[in-house]
């Protein structure tokens, strides 16, 4: 079945560690997306990437760091400069290029607490 | 600046009708999308409007005026699963060419028997 995938569903961490969030799709999609959602807000967008070996800020980057080495994968590391990193974390990806309306379709979501 | 507005929740009753409306500023426009998102779970697509009028999907309608900066979603017969919260997000500025989607915060709809 195609789809994204995030991995695991809820993540435990002492405040002071760096911790990886995975993300992978078989869609073939080129872009990429990570936003953080807070309870009662909407999706902020942290990193995003339109291609392989690239990727750009969000609206807020700072805490955080990602890499594109695959098509199918964009890890999302959470580092301990993040101050308040508790949160439900979610993965997307589109087609690009003018292909469809440009949907972005989602991942089931990290649930991370900072303990 | 970039900036989208939702009411940030409404109730309606089973069967009715209800419309949530998305008002939207920014800078460029290339779109605008609806989600669905039940709590604790990834949103789900719902609608895309690119040029002004209604789009008619099922129980579900969307509609925009680009001139207005405005968009509502129209859900009909409403049931008890349609509790969820109702996301806006507007295509800025070339989303093709590396641009993003805005989020509104999002709607939060009861619905009551």
């Known amino acids: 079945d195609g789809g994204i995938t995030q991995s695991p569903k809820y993540l435990f961490r002492k405040e002071g560690q760096n911790v990886t969030l995975s993300c992978e799709q078989n869609l073939n999609h080129d872009a990429m997306y990570w936003y953080r959602q807070d309870p009662g807000q909407g999706l902020r967008l942290i990193y995003y990437s339109q291609i392989v070996n690239d990727f750009q800020k969000g609206d807020i980057a700072e805490g955080y760091s990602v890499s594109r080495e695959k098509k199918e994968s964009f890890p999302l590391t959470v580092t301990s400069a993040q101050k308040n990193p508790t949160a439900f974390y979610l993965c997307a990806s589109s087609p690009r290029g003018g292909r469809g309306s440009g949907e972005q379709f989602f991942g089931p979501g990290t649930r991370l607490t900072v303990l | 600046g970039q900036n989208i507005d939702q009411p940030t929740e409404m109730t309606a009753t089973e069967g009715a009708i209800v419309q949530i409306n998305c008002t939207y500023q920014t800078s460029g426009f290339n779109g605008l999308f609806w989600y669905q998102q039940h709590a604790g779970e990834a949103p789900t697509f719902l609608s895309y409007?690119?040029?002004?009028g209604l789009e008619e999907k099922g129980r579900f309608s969307s509609f925009l005026s680009r001139s207005k900066g405005y968009s509502y979603l129209l859900l009909k017969e409403l049931q008890m699963k349609d509790s969820a919260s109702y996301l806006c997000?507007?295509?800025?500025?070339?989303?093709?060419?590396?641009?993003?989607?805005?989020f509104g915060q999002g709607t939060e709809l009861s619905v009551k028997p």
């Open positions: 997000a507007v295509i800025y500025p070339s989303y093709n060419q590396g641009g993003k989607l805005i």
């Open positions: 409007n690119v040029l002004d």
